[in-house]
């Protein structure tokens, strides 16, 4: 119980009483409040994913080389990781002809595990649902494959502290939906940094019924690239075409969109495909308890 208050107070909740080890009102209080910013259903009862939110669990952590399929010491990837070579993994499965529900996410699931029986039944291998050997084997992966995967690391964390975020990764969301990001709350009006050197390449602009807000991507020359949302306003410089530089300022904080406070939407989209967790690279380098803005001097706000 201690560890659920702790986590809660880690978001910036207040948790009257403190971390006493006693679940009442203070705690379920606390305990709705968060799961009304994470769009959780308000029952003030910690589910599987209000824990993965706020890293009760084991945290999924990227491999050395995140882009990478080399197995760690314990094996090949296991049930309930989130990793980039998961999603190199899946896609090997899907080119393989098996139907893979959800696609590459990089979150290894119920789905991937059906779609890994699928595989060993359709070619005689011995039935387990993960990733042995044999099924490595037949894929014909090398212990480090990355013919699919793109390369890429986070140079910079994307928002000035302080912040908080939890594994908000495929959350439910409205309409049948699945968080394909990683919120991160912060005061309206926080800087935004480019997280890579690369080029804007899309704006989104806040308007009725737009979910998004305002928004932008940074993408890279190989494609892969990372998605901003509900911002409140772009840095001065900011348009589809400008290059920028891991650091630079690319907008503020905002609550635009469909948010219920301010907080930015972060999103990695490897090589252009589909989203992969950002959570592990997110704790990878994590910055929210830096507060001092960092003006890069192209962008800086006029005196």
């Known amino acids: 119980?201690?560890?659920?208050?702790?986590?809660?107070?880690?978001?910036?909740?207040?948790?009257?009483?403190?971390?006493?080890?006693?679940?009442?009102?203070?705690?379920?209080?606390?305990?709705?409040?968060f799961q009304s910013v994470n769009a959780i259903p308000q029952d003030g009862v910690v589910t599987e994913?209000?824990?993965?939110i706020l890293d009760l669990g084991t945290p999924a952590t990227p491999a050395t080389?995140?882009?990478g399929f080399a197995p760690t010491p314990d094996g090949y990837p296991k049930k309930g990781e989130s990793s980039d070579r998961v999603?190199?993994?899946?896609?090997?499965?899907?080119?393989?002809?098996?139907?893979l529900v959800g696609g590459a996410d990089g979150s290894f699931g119920n789905a991937t595990m059906a779609a890994i029986t699928v595989f060993q039944l359709t070619n005689g291998l011995t039935l387990t649902g993960t990733i042995t050997q044999?099924?490595?084997?037949?894929l014909g992966l090398a212990d480090?494959?990355?013919s699919t995967a793109a390369s890429f690391k986070l140079e910079r964390f994307p928002i000035q502290g302080q912040c908080y975020y939890g594994n908000t990764w495929h959350a439910p969301r409205g309409n049948g939906r699945l968080h394909e990001g990683v919120d991160v709350i912060a005061a309206e009006g926080n800087l935004l940094y480019a997280v890579v050197d690369g080029t804007i390449t899309k704006q989104y602009w806040d308007r009725p019924g737009a979910l998004a807000g305002n928004g932008?991507?940074?993408?890279?020359?190989?494609?892969?690239y990372f998605t901003?949302?509900?911002m409140s306003g772009f840095a001065p410089g900011i348009k589809i075409g400008t290059k920028v530089k891991a650091g630079d300022v690319v907008g503020f904080v905002g609550n635009t969109g469909s948010s219920a406070t301010a907080h930015l939407h972060f999103e990695i989209h490897p090589s252009g495909g589909a989203a992969v967790n950002p959570y592990p690279y997110l704790k990878a380098i994590d910055d929210c308890g830096n507060t001092t803005p960092q003006y890069q001097s192209s962008f800086a706000p006029s005196e």
């Open 1 to 33: 119980m201690k560890d659920l208050q702790t986590a809660l107070m880690g978001t910036g909740l207040v948790v009257r009483g403190g971390a006493d080890g006693s679940f009442g009102n203070a705690t379920k209080s606390a305990l709705i409040s």
């Open 87 to 99: 999603r190199v993994f899946q896609q090997h499965l899907i080119d393989s002809g098996i139907k």
């Open 228 to 230: 901003y949302l509900h």
């Open 65 to 67: 080389e995140p882009n």
């Open 134 to 138: 044999e099924v490595a084997d037949k």
């Open 216 to 224: 932008l991507r940074v993408a890279q020359d190989n494609g892969t």
């Open 144 to 146: 480090s494959d990355t």
């Open 49 to 52: 994913v209000g824990a993965r």
